[in-house]
Nanobody, 123 residues
Framework: QVQPVESGGGLVQAGDSLRLSCAAS????????MGWFRQAPGKEREFVAA????????YYADSVKGRFTISRDNAKNTVWLQMNSLKPEDTAVYYC????????????????WGQGTQVTVSS
């Protein structure tokens, strides 16, 4: 199993960039697809991006496509989410999640979750 731990959140202005990191403990990190999700107050948790076990495939929500980039380094047990051109509507708690059976857009399909990191974008 893996235990994701997110970091890198903060308060930024619209148009700024932020890079989230997710360090996962465990020796089987490369066996898991990784995903980033976010949840704003009063809203459902929504898919942001996902990356396959070997980084061969990446997927993005339409709302972040072209602005966010997901990447991973299996040697470092880490996945990142580079967020550029941030907008106020990107404000949310961002979660990192791991899934053994591969990538999924459905948050309920993921096996392990981090505690989340707050991203606030002011206008």
């Amino acid at each position: 199993q893996v235990q994701p731990v997110e970091s890198g959140g903060g308060l930024v202005q619209a148009g700024d960039s932020l890079r989230l990191s997710c360090a996962a403990s465990g020796r089987t990190f490369s066996s898991y697809a990784m995903g980033w999700f976010r949840q704003a107050p009063g809203k459902e948790r929504e898919f942001v991006a996902a990356i396959s076990k070997s980084s061969g495939s990446t997927y993005y929500a339409d709302s972040v496509k072209g602005r966010f980039t997901i990447s991973r380094d299996n040697a470092k047990n880490t996945v990142w989410l580079q967020m550029n051109s941030l907008k106020p509507e990107d404000t949310a708690v961002y979660y990192c999640a791991a899934r053994f059976l591969g990538t999924s857009y459905n948050h309920r399909a993921y096996d392990y979750w981090g505690q989340g990191t707050q991203v606030t974008v002011s206008s």
